[in-house]
């Protein structure tokens, strides 16, 4: 028995040195190859990642160039935009200006009144009419011609009503209602001109020529005797206008009532 015991000892033994026995080359091999795979991978995320951040900010720099043109562009129309205002603005005060002298100048609106003989067309000359290509703006621009430098006060008129009902949401609207109010007056078209300033009044709260048709009105209301009215309406551009010159001038015509 002893042989056989001595037998399984040896083999046992030699059992154990085979589980010890350190691992194959081949496999120590595709261990290497494997960390190498992983390690290019990383490189080649790296490198990917770095090629879209350049082009991140290469894109970012030309989205920062392109604000920088509309800036540009943004102001220099700006600019342009506060040219045509201050010249609109001179125009209106122009025009104010002129329509207040023959106001007072109280024309009879008749063939034998110079002022208005120069203003009226001749019966043989046609109505301008407004040109269906122009713009807006070259539109309103050649209804105020008519009276800032051909002094054709009834000519304007039809070229004003046709730019309102062409362009009705134009922000030059309150205005042509305004100056329609203006020389229908000159006209002697009492109504229809409180019907252009009352348009102002009601519909365009916001528009700077509010006041100034306000006092028009109690001019008007004034004029026909309607001195309680009239009152109303220098009150209460003096009540909503306190700072504007239209308050000024309606002081001075509740003092005279």
């Known amino acids: 028995m002893k042989p056989k015991i001595i037998l399984a000892a040896l083999l046992m033994s ?42 991140l900010q290469q894109q970012l720099d030309l989205l920062q160039d392109e604000v920088s043109q509309l800036r540009g562009i943004t102001e220099e129309h700006s600019y342009k935009l506060e040219k045509v205002l201050q010249r609109q603005r001179e125009l209106y005060q122009e025009i104010e200006n002129r329509v207040s002298a023959a106001y007072t100048q109280q024309p009879s609106y008749d063939s034998q009144t110079p002022a ?14 407004m040109s269906t290509n122009l713009s807006e703006n070259e539109a309103y621009d050649k209804a105020v011609k008519l009276i800032m430098q051909d002094k054709r006060y009834a000519a304007a008129i039809p070229e004003f ?18 100056w329609l109010g203006q020389l229908l ?12 300033f009352e348009t102002v ?7 700077s020529k509010r006041p100034d048709a306000l ?3 109690g001019t008007l209301e004034q004029q026909e005797g309607q001195l309680a009215k009239a009152k109303q309406l220098f009150n209460e551009i003096i009540t909503q206008y306190p700072d504007s010159t239209a308050a000024k001038l309606a002081i001075e015509r509740i003092s005279k009532l």
Not at 26 to 32: F, H, L, N, P, R
Not at 161 to 178: D, K, L, R
Not at 201 to 207: A, C, G, H, K, P
């Open 161 to 178: 009503q046709a730019f309102v009902q062409t362009y009705p949401n134009s922000v030059y609207v309150p205005n042509a209602h305004y």
């Open 14 to 55: 030699g059992s154990t040195h085979v589980w010890a026995a350190p691992a194959p080359v081949s496999e120590a091999t595709a261990s290497e190859s494997s960390i190498e795979q992983r390690l290019s991978r990383l490189e080649q995320m790296m490198q990917s990642r770095n090629l879209l951040q350049a082009n």
């Open 116 to 129: 208005m003989s120069t203003s009226m067309p001749d019966s043989s000359t046609p109505e301008p009419t």
């Open 215 to 217: 006092l028009k009105l």
């Open 185 to 196: 007056t000159i006209q002697g078209d009492t109504a229809g001109a409180k019907s252009h």
């Open 201 to 207: 009044v009601n519909q365009y709260s916001d528009s």
